[in-house]
């Protein structure tokens, strides 16, 4: 890995995105991940929803043999933020794409910008 300092990359937004039943745009930026709704007022259930990338423990895509297109992103217990129970169960936030090539550059996005979040750069510890 060099050791120069990149500047951070831009916002990346995905569209066509499902995340429980509501359709909406998913932005990978240096900040986290986001997804927000296309119709969020209306009487719907959809909320959106950001996680810095702090809180991710980790993110999974189901496997080419899955007929459809999964991003799941696990947080960590602790960020149970809300009112939410210390300690709690860790949360997963699983994003259904429109295709296998936006989930694949989707994934490797993550797996980067996580990275790079990361202190130290990665490498060292569990």
Same mark, same amino acid.
Do not use: I
């Given at each position: 890995a060099n050791m120069t300092e990149?500047?951070?990359?831009?916002?990346t937004a995905y569209d066509d995105v499902a995340h429980r039943g509501a359709r909406g745009t998913l932005t990978l930026s240096s900040r986290g991940v986001a997804f927000a709704p296309e119709d969020a007022g209306a #009487?719907? &259930?959809?909320? #959106?929803?950001?996680?810095?990338?702090?809180?991710?423990?980790?993110?999974?895509?189901?496997?080419?043999?899955?007929?459809?297109?999964?991003?799941?992103?696990?947080?960590?217990? &602790?960020?149970?933020? &809300?009112?939410g129970p210390r300690g709690g169960k860790p949360a997963s936030h699983t994003f259904q794409f429109a295709g296998r090539a936006a989930l694949e550059a989707a994934r490797r996005e993550v797996s980067d910008r996580l990275g790079a979040a990361r202190p130290g750069g990665g490498g060292g510890g569990g």
């Amino acid at each position: 890995a060099n050791m120069t300092e990149s500047p951070p990359a831009p916002p990346t937004a995905y569209d066509d995105v499902a995340h429980r039943g509501a359709r909406g745009t998913l932005t990978l930026s240096s900040r986290g991940v986001a997804f927000a709704p296309e119709d969020a007022g209306a #009487g719907s &259930e959809a909320a #959106g929803v950001d996680l810095p990338w702090t809180v991710v423990a980790k993110h999974q895509v189901s496997p080419s043999s899955h007929p459809r297109s999964l991003l799941k992103v696990v947080t960590r217990p &602790e960020a149970v933020g &809300e009112g939410g129970p210390r300690g709690g169960k860790p949360a997963s936030h699983t994003f259904q794409f429109a295709g296998r090539a936006a989930l694949e550059a989707a994934r490797r996005e993550v797996s980067d910008r996580l990275g790079a979040a990361r202190p130290g750069g990665g490498g060292g510890g569990g």
